[in-house]
């Protein structure tokens, strides 16, 4: 990460802090089927909901913001940052499907992001926190103005921020699931615990498609154990078969 031009990262939780409908309908559904120790996004107490790191106004704008998000830059004496807020543990599931029986036609890919409304209320829980430690913190709030561009309004409540992430939310680019893990049992898995493609001789997927929910967090290091089991795999059943 050294030659990336991110900050501090932090971890958090929202559970203490949230005050909507959503996340209270949604825990109310989750104590239904799921033992008090999760929460409505089903993780464990130890577990964030959101990941907060800064890193450059340069950097972010053409990698991670939308075309007409940020049509001017600072101007000399004035300067900006981007606190990026990520969503650990999304609930919204999406779908690849595919466009034809044309080998070489690209399939219909529908992420269906924001589709899940407990999705935004804590993407937008955890902005407003993370807009409030810039603004009231020690060592920031003295000398940040607000957001950027400043014709951008201010978000006043939660549902403002809701309504900033619809406008202005982006990926993190961590596709996954798309070919489970699963047993035969599951009509929508394609590997099996050996990650061998289901009716597919000499085949195996070695990568976080394997997943069969993404993880809580990056999938960084799930790729690196993923492709270290698989190779133990293929090592093993090598030496079976000699």
Same mark, same amino acid.
Request: aromatic share 6%; hydrophobic share 40%.
């Given at each position: 990460m ?7 990262? %932090? =971890?958090?939780?929202i /559970? ?5 409908p !959503?996340?209270? $309908? ?6 239904? !089927? ?15 909901? +959101?990941?907060?790191?800064?890193t ?12 007409d998000?940020l ?6 004496g004035?300067? $900006?940052?981007?606190?990026i ?7 919204a599931?999406?779908? !690849?499907?595919? &466009?034809?029986n044309d080998t070489?036609?690209k399939?219909? +890919?529908?992420? #269906?992001y924001?589709?899940?409304? =407990? *999705?935004v209320? !804590?993407l937008?829980?955890g ?7 810039? @603004? ?7 000398? +940040? #103005?607000? =957001?950027?561009?400043k014709? =951008?309004s201010?978000?006043k409540?939660? *549902? /403002?921020?809701?309504k900033?992430?619809?406008?202005? #939310? ?5 596709? &996954?699931?798309?070919?489970? @893990? %699963?047993?035969? &049992?599951?009509p @929508?898995?394609?590997? *099996? ?15 976080? &498609?394997i ?6 967090g ?13 190779a133990? @795999?293929?090592?093993?059943? #090598?030496?079976?078969?000699s």
């Open positions: 050294a030659g990336i031009p991110f900050g501090p990262f %932090a =971890l958090t939780r /559970d203490k802090t949230i005050q909507d !959503v996340w209270e $309908a949604a825990k109310s559904e989750k104590q239904k !089927v799921q033992p008090s120790e999760y929460d409505p996004t089903g993780q464990w107490p130890n577990q964030p909901h +959101i990941e907060l790191w800064t450059e106004l340069h950097f972010c704008a053409p990698v991670f913001s939308q075309a998000e049509p001017q830059f600072p101007v000399e004035e300067g $900006a940052i981007t606190l807020t990520f969503l650990c543990g999304p609930q599931r999406g779908t !690849v499907r595919l &466009s034809s070489t036609s399939p219909i +890919i529908d992420h #269906a924001l589709e899940n409304d =407990l *999705d209320a !804590v937008a829980e902005c407003r926190i993370g807009d409030e430690v810039l @603004m009231k913190g020690r060592g920031t709030k003295d000398i +940040i #103005a607000g =957001l950027w561009p014709t =951008l201010h978000p409540n939660l *549902d /403002d921020w809701k900033h992430v619809r406008a202005f #939310a982006n990926t993190c680019y961590h596709p &996954s699931g798309t070919c489970k @893990m %699963a047993p035969n &049992s599951d @929508m898995g394609v590997v *099996d615990n050996r990650l061998r493609v289901r009716n597919v001789a000499g085949l195996r997927i070695a990568d976080v &498609s997943l069969p929910l993404v993880n809580n990056h999938t960084q290091a799930p790729a690196y154990a993923i492709g270290e089991k698989v133990h @795999m293929i090592l093993e059943d #090598a030496t079976i078969r």
